[in-house]
């Protein structure tokens, strides 16, 4: 069998006018990549929607479990376009299966000249988790990389163990892409 070479993007470099990380930011939305955010639900919530069309946001990924369906939900699904994820902060919760789906979400949305927002309730582990697996099949990235890479612009982040695991796993497999590893028989 061929050694497969992929090849992939240059990885954006950090804006050197960054602002220095406060406490209080753990409740907003960082941009982490252009057009693609991370943060807690309460950066999607009715009261920050012209904060959300500031920003041009035009695709939101909604993370929960669901228990918090009730208070965790899409509010504008008549102004943006969705993908809610029913999924547990547990680390026996498997998200290597979700991640070929929010790929292509996120893609087409910046494809298209969109911008995402991907949010869980508190925009620390498992949004966290989906983001940095998003830079890390894209730039073809280590987990301890895209780890520093996210962390450098919302520096809360903190996946849980069981999802470090899972992604730390996809990467060994390659060069195999993360849709093929949930694929393959």
């Known amino acids: 069998m061929e050694d497969v ?3 992939f993007p240059s990885l954006p470099q950090c804006k050197d006018d960054a602002e220095e990380w406060t406490y209080p ?3 907003e939305m960082q941009e982490i990549l252009p057009g693609l955010f991370l943060g807690p639900y309460s950066s999607a919530m009715r009261s920050k929607l012209p904060i959300l069309q ?3 946001i035009t695709h939101i990924i909604c993370i929960r479990q669901n228990i918090e369906a009730n208070f965790i939900k899409p509010n504008f699904q008549q102004l943006f376009r969705y993908l809610v994820l029913d999924i547990a902060d547990n680390p026996v919760e498997n998200i290597i299966r979700f991640f070929p789906m929010t ?4 893609d087409g949305s910046l494809q298209n000249g969109g911008k995402v927002l991907v949010h869980g309730n508190a925009g620390i582990s498992r949004s966290a988790a989906f983001v940095i697996a998003y830079i890390m099949e894209t730039f073809g990235m280590k987990y301890r990389d895209a780890f520093a890479y996210v962390q450098e612009r919302r520096f809360c982040i903190n996946p849980n163990a069981g999802f470090v695991h899972q992604l ?9 892409t993360f849709a093929q590893a ?3 028989p």
């Open 103 to 106: 790929k292509e979400f996120i």
């Open 54 to 56: 500031k920003h041009g």
């Open 25 to 27: 930011m753990r409740r």
């Open 168 to 176: 730390q796993f996809v990467f060994q497999i390659r060069p195999y």
């Open 5 to 7: 070479k992929l090849e």
């Open 182 to 184: 949930c694929f393959s």
